[in-house]
């Protein structure tokens, strides 16, 4: 059973957990090999879901503006996924989110993450319109759930 709690953004498992998930969104998007994902903001918080000692799974909750957080860099290592694991970060960044004063949370993901897209609909988000900087992409799939 996967565990999930908070842990610092320079925690090794969760780094490389991110590293993967660069890894693999270079390949699904082909995009450049020296890609990286733009920096969140300092007062982001990360969690990490484990089973035992080993890492399987992490996600950030990033603050955008008063009672508005986003969901960002959820990956599930591939060996766990349809366990369970995704929507347990979902479930606690939501929790995280709220303890924060959120009322609001937005995501986006993409339309070669058919998957994902099934989850976080399953989670009660709903799609809205491409949100700063994603307008213009035609790659992207926004969504939001109000939390309160």
């Known amino acids: 059973m996967a565990t ?3 842990c610092p953004p320079d925690d090794g498992l969760l780094l490389a957990l ?8 270079i390949v699904v998007y082909d995009l450049p090999p020296d890609a990286q994902p733009a920096p969140l903001d300092r007062g982001s ?5 484990r089973d035992g000692e080993r890492a399987i799974g992490c996600c950030a909750v990033e603050p955008v503006a008063p009672g508005l957080y986003e969901l960002k860099r959820m990956f599930v290592a591939p060996g ?8 347990a970060l979902v479930a606690e960044s939501e929790r995280l989110a709220r303890r924060q004063g959120g009322v609001r949370m937005r995501l986006e993901t993409g339309v070669r993450q058919p998957a994902a897209m099934r989850l976080y609909e399953r ?12 307008e213009a992409d035609p790659e992207s799939v926004c969504y939001e759930k109000q939390l309160a």
Do not use: C, D, K
């Not at 918080?45 to 879901?49: D, G, K, T």
């Open 4 to 6: 999930v709690a908070e």
């Open 18 to 25: 991110m590293a993967a998930m660069t890894a693999e969104l």
């Open 45 to 49: 918080r990360y969690l990490l879901a």
């Open 80 to 87: 766990v996924r349809g366990t369970g694991v995704s929507s």
């Open 123 to 134: 989670a009660g988000f709903r799609r809205v319109p491409n949100f700063p900087p994603h």
